[in-house]
């Protein structure tokens, strides 16, 4: 059986996703790069789906 890709075989790191790796590595209490989502949802919303 051949062994799996692994994903960063696949898709390297970009240099802003290096830097932040490293700097991540060097200073694991670092809250140096915060990652945030905003979106907006319209038309019916199973609230179910989300707690699962």
Excluded at 11 to 20: A, D, I, R, V
Excluded at 27 to 33: G, I, L, N, Q
Excluded at 41 to 48: E, Q, S
Aim: hydrophobic letters at 40%; charged letters at 15%; aromatic letters at 10%.
């Amino acid at each position: 059986m051949a062994q799996a890709a692994q994903i960063q075989d696949i898709y390297p790191l970009s240099h802003m996703q290096e830097g932040m790796l490293f700097h991540s590595l060097m200073d694991v209490s670092s809250k140096a790069y915060v990652e945030q989502t905003s979106f907006t949802i319209t038309g019916n919303l199973c609230i179910d789906s989300f707690l699962k």
